[in-house]
Nanobody, 125 residues
Framework: VQLVESGGGLVRPGGSLRLSCSASGVADDEYCIAWFRQGPGEEREFVSGMNVGYAGDGRSYYSDSVKGRFTISSGTAKNTVNLQMTSLKPEDTGVYYC????????????????WGQGSQVTVSS
């Protein structure tokens, strides 16, 4: 399984960014694509996830810190999800990682089987 991320960058507070994650080599019955982030000196934390695949229910999950500001959705390409981030705050700064669990979405990073290379998101004026 390979995960390729795109998007990220530098944005001012209140701005928006979109991240995309494309998964290849994964059996497409049911699995979870999730986003985690890691700030400087912090542990990796769950941001959002979605049950995907033809047997997945499309249910999405969000951490309390991003609920109402971030939206995860299926991309037009197969096995791709997007994370639309709006009303960004300086505390959203960090490296954002795409991850796959071959069953369901969990909030613990240790449950995930595969990880992307990470994309830097910096929110600063």
């Amino acid at each position: 399984v390979q995960l390729v991320e795109s998007g990220g960058g530098l944005v001012r507070p209140g701005g928006s960014l979109r991240l995309s994650c494309s998964a290849s080599g994964v059996a497409d019955d049911e699995y979870c694509i999730a986003w985690f982030r890691q700030g400087p000196g912090e542990e990796r934390e769950f941001v959002s996830g979605m049950n995907v695949g033809y047997a997945g229910d499309g249910r999405s999950y969000y951490s309390d810190s991003v609920k109402g500001r971030f939206t995860i959705s299926s991309g037009t390409a197969k096995n791709t999800v997007n994370l639309q981030m709006t009303s960004l705050k300086p505390e959203d700064t960090g490296v954002y990682y795409c991850a796959v669990d071959l069953t369901l979405c969990y909030s613990e990073a240790g449950e995930y089987d595969y990880w992307g290379q990470g994309s830097q998101v910096t929110v600063s004026s």
